[in-house]
């Protein structure tokens, strides 16, 4: 195909099609009137051979062609965004502005304490905001109105709208009582399944499955949920000077089991690892303050 026959401005409108499902925000977004939008989705529709978005009673929904067409477009757009950036308007030792972060309870005591100290030493005049992540969803969402700049945490919901890149991986682990595990170190599976569980549900006890649930009913095992908290740094505390035990992430259990006097024991069966990630907006790569945040971040989780 030849690039000069090709009107790029497209790439963009089907961007913001991609985003908001709708003809008319979409033309809102990047300044189009709703009758240029559409005759830019009827180019759009030519250019690919295929509908792309076809109305349906919850808004323009994308064909699988739009949805294989997503990350490569927007990849590329993020690409010449970047180019195009200034590169001498952002010196983070002189700069003053405020960022923002949603954290999951994991995000403010484990990736948080780092950062700090980094944004600190690299860019003082910039504030920093850590927000909750109650509604992992929610939070999505307010990261792609552009309320927060970047998400940190494990397990978040996937978005055709948002960057996702792992920091680090992280395990599970259990926590005892220091004195039952210096009796056993080990739990065997049984011993595993029959003990009360203590779990950390940020939304207060919603009783959904979550990753050890699942991984015990492959092998038809079910654990009882005796206590359930809302913060996890409660967990260990709770656990201490009881029979209960918890499953939790290894750098969090580490963390404050001198503190809670619990003991650090393996799970007892095999559990995936999983990431902690950092998620951010495609746009984001064109703003040279977010895109020295961003990888400010992971030269702190390194060190993690």
């Known amino acids: ?98 960022l923002s972060i949603a954290a999951t309870d994991y995000g403010d005591l484990i990736v948080v304490p780092p950062l700090v100290e980094a944004l600190r030493r690299e860019a003082p005049g910039i504030d920093l905001v850590v927000r909750p992540i109650i509604d992992p969803a929610a939070s999505v969402a307010s990261l792609e109105r552009g309320d927060v700049d970047v998400l940190i945490g494990g397990h978040l919901p996937a978005s055709q709208r948002i960057t996702r890149c792992a920091l680090f991986a992280e395990k599970f682990v259990c926590i005892r009582d220091a004195k039952r ?5 080990r739990l065997t599976r049984d011993e595993y399944a029959c003990l009360p569980h203590v779990l950390f549900s940020s939304a207060g006890g919603d009783g959904l499955p979550g990753a050890i649930d699942t991984m015990l009913s492959r092998h038809g095992r079910k654990r009882r949920t005796a206590i359930t908290l809302a913060h996890v740094v409660a967990v260990p505390f709770a656990v201490a000077g009881t029979d209960l035990v918890a499953t939790m992430a290894e750098r969090i259990a580490r963390r404050f089991a001198a503190a809670a006097g619990v003991s650090v024991v393996p799970v007892p069966y095999d559990v995936e690892a999983f990431n902690i990630d950092l998620l951010h907006t495609r746009r984001a790569i064109a703003d040279p303050a977010l895109r020295w945040f961003i990888e400010l971040i992971s030269r702190a989780c390194k060190e993690i």
């Open 1 to 98: 195909m030849n690039l000069a026959s090709v009107d790029l401005n497209l790439l963009v409108a089907f961007e913001a099609l991609m985003e908001e499902r709708h003809v008319t925000r979409a033309g809102e977004r990047i300044g189009l009137a709703q009758p240029s939008m559409s005759s830019a989705l009827t180019r759009l529709r030519a250019l690919f051979d295929d509908p792309l978005f076809v109305r349906s009673a919850s808004g323009m929904q994308p064909t699988a062609k739009a949805l294989a067409l997503t990350q490569p477009i927007s990849d590329a757009l993020a690409q010449i965004r970047g180019v195009l950036a200034p590169t001498s308007a952002f010196n983070p030792a002189t700069a003053s502005r405020r």
């Open 181 to 185: 595990a210096r009796r056993k170190a």
